[in-house]
């Protein structure tokens, strides 16, 4: 006779492993926020200029995200950027500025 085990954690082991996708979670203001921070960020630059990028840090509260990224191009910057709990920018800046281009601020975009 088969384990409890072997019926019921292996089928669901195997169905991953094939790549049967697993129940949609559903999207809350720190996602929202990463993604916001993440495509701000990256708009900054021009096609080819990022070598990498990642996140360096996410807080907050219930009314704001903050965001850290860190994305190297010619030299590393460091973004920082707030979302409020629907996921806009409410301030966003780079450290050391950009070169050519404005520090960002709320509502610049």
């Not at 019926?7 to 720190?30: C, D, E, N, R």
């Amino acid at each position: 006779m088969k384990s409890l085990f072997a019926m019921t954690i292996l089928p669901m082991v195997a169905l991953t492993a094939l790549g049967a996708s697993t129940p949609a979670q559903a999207v809350g203001p720190a996602e929202r926020a990463v993604a916001q921070c993440r495509g701000e960020a990256l708009a900054a630059f021009g096609a080819g200029e990022v070598r990498s990028h990642r996140i360096g840090e996410i807080a907050g509260n219930s009314r704001r995200t903050r965001v850290t990224i860190y994305v190297t191009a010619d030299r590393r910057y460091t973004f920082e950027c707030a979302a409020d709990a629907q996921g806009r920018i409410v301030t966003a800046a780079f450290s050391p500025a950009r070169p050519g281009g404005p520090q960002l601020a709320a509502g610049a975009r």
